[in-house]
């Protein structure tokens, strides 16, 4: 769970910066800088207060970052349908309907219920139809294609199943964004978890509410990347 940051008093004085938005290129290098000074700002397209015109994966109004009277810093998703990703640099578990972007892949987790993990044999005139050994998996992927539908469900069955580029229980070798072995999904019987296996670009969670930030977090929206550096006070 995220850790909310607090900021000491004094309090920061009005129009000073609390924080900085820096852009991050796609070679990993540091881009433009936005001094975050006040307690709510807007990221979006044309008219927000940071604003990437040219990208089409943004609302105007995306999301918000918050910084709250006791210096609990937040952000936001306004915009509903691409919403707001933040970079998993820990263990990050998965709720029913969670949605993870890898690589350039965006997978959504489901769980099964009770009743789709039992596989009943098809009897036919007293005579069993001969298929594959059943197995009961835990939960599904499904891969979100830009239409807005669902591409190569794939069924999670063991306790922790690789995701890569050339290794891994599920690989995508056309995605040049994803590592060799990218993340891993995790099951312990009861609680799912995704962790970034030390990946070049790093395994993104979508926010589901407001969400506490701390120093040196990534969060993605749109096309673009941007970590957050607060100051300590």
């Known amino acids: 769970m995220p850790v909310a940051v607090r900021i000491s008093t004094p309090a920061i004085a009005a129009g000073a910066a609390w924080g900085t938005a820096v852009l991050v290129n796609r070679d990993g290098s540091d881009g ?8 709510d700002t807007v990221i979006g397209r044309a008219g927000a207060d940071i604003a990437f015109d040219e990208d089409r994966f943004l ?9 709250t009277s006791d210096g609990v810093v937040r952000i936001h998703a306004i915009d509903t349908l691409n919403g707001v990703f933040k970079k998993a640099d820990a263990p990050v578990e998965l709720a029913d309907g969670s949605t993870m972007l890898v690589g350039r892949e965006v997978l959504v987790f489901e769980r099964l219920s009770p ?3 039992t596989v009943h044999p098809l009897v036919r005139h007293g005579v069993s139809l001969f298929g594959s050994p059943p197995r ?3 939960a599904r992927l499904h891969q979100i294609v830009p239409s807005g539908g669902y591409r190569d469900v794939r069924h999670l069955i063991t306790d922790e199943t690789v ?3 050339e290794e891994g229980d599920i690989v995508f070798r056309d995605d040049a964004f994803m590592s060799r072995r990218h993340a891993a999904i995790t099951w ?3 609680t799912a978890k995704v962790t970034d296996l030390g990946s070049s670009n790093g395994t993104f969670v979508r926010i589901a509410g407001p969400t ?3 120093h040196g977090d990534h969060v993605r929206m749109g096309d673009q ?6 100051v300590a006070r």
């Open 225 to 230: 990347l941007l970590r957050v550096e607060l």
């Open 188 to 190: 312990d019987g009861k």
């Open 32 to 39: 433009q800088r936005f001094s975050l000074t006040s307690n």
């Open 163 to 165: 995701l890569g580029r």
């Open 212 to 214: 506490p930030l701390k």
């Open 59 to 67: 609302a105007k109004q995306h999301a918000r970052f918050e910084r």
């Open 136 to 138: 009961e998996p835990f």
């Open 115 to 117: 009743e789709e993990k």
